[in-house]
């Protein structure tokens, strides 16, 4: 039971350049989201998918894109990396968006832009 | 506004117990979560309540007191593997998408 599939592990991007961050569940889950952890602040939720082809911003959206083609996948785009993109991402799925449904994350991508 | 007040770090000894707090502000409320995070890894579920009083869960117990916006995770019989920051998360409506996080308390513990 693999839960949610997060990679690359690390990553270290140059300005400008882009790419994807890939996360994957395999609980069923509606609901998946992004988040952004930096130091001294709590998770920040970048973007968010209550199902298959359903998509919205969250507290950051500014630079990232995603899409929920299927219930499993939900990968994030960085379209043209910044230093202030530098963070530690997560994924996290859940069963639904009602009282109490606790969050699944994945084991997290380091990324730093230079 | 929003706000979320938990301390920065706290040190407590093998066996002992520590009582971590959070204070909140949000607008709306629907629960508050307690989440675990070891140094390099993922958020791991802890807790949830949306009543008032005490949750008991094996060594670990939190605390929530709706009118005065606080709750608190309280450890017994601290481990070693107990080092960690604990994250409060209160929900400021009826979805997951709308929990706001705080930054968490680090918690370190001496043999």
């Known amino acids: 039971n693999a839960g949610v599939t997060q990679t690359p592990k690390f990553q270290v991007l140059k300005t400008g350049q882009s790419m994807t961050l890939q996360c994957a569940q395999d609980m069923n889950h509606e609901y998946m989201s992004w988040y952004r952890q930096d130091p001294g602040m709590g998770l920040r939720l970048i973007h968010y998918?209550?199902?298959?082809?359903?998509?919205d911003q969250g507290e950051v959206p500014n630079g990232y894109n995603v899409s929920r083609s299927t219930t499993e996948d939900f990968p994030l785009r960085l379209l043209s990396a910044a230093p202030s993109q530098t963070s530690v991402y997560f994924c996290a799925s859940s069963a639904g968006t009602g009282r109490g449904e606790k969050l699944f994350f994945g084991s997290g991508t380091q990324l730093s832009v230079l | 506004g929003q706000n979320i007040d938990q301390p920065t770090e706290m040190t407590a000894t093998e066996g002992a117990i520590v009582q971590i707090n959070c204070t909140y502000q949000t607008s709306g409320f629907n629960g508050l979560f307690w989440y675990q995070q070891h140094a390099g890894e993922a958020p791991t579920f802890l807790s949830y309540n949306v009543l008032d009083g005490l949750e008991e869960k094996g060594r670990f117990s939190s605390f929530l007191s709706r009118s005065k916006g606080y709750s608190y995770l309280l450890l017994k019989e601290l481990q070693m593997k107990d080092s960690a920051s604990y994250l409060c998360a209160p929900g400021g409506g009826g979805s997951n998408y709308q929990l706001i996080w705080g930054a968490g308390t680090k918690l370190i513990i001496k043999p």
């Open positions: 998918s209550v199902g298959a082809g359903i998509t």
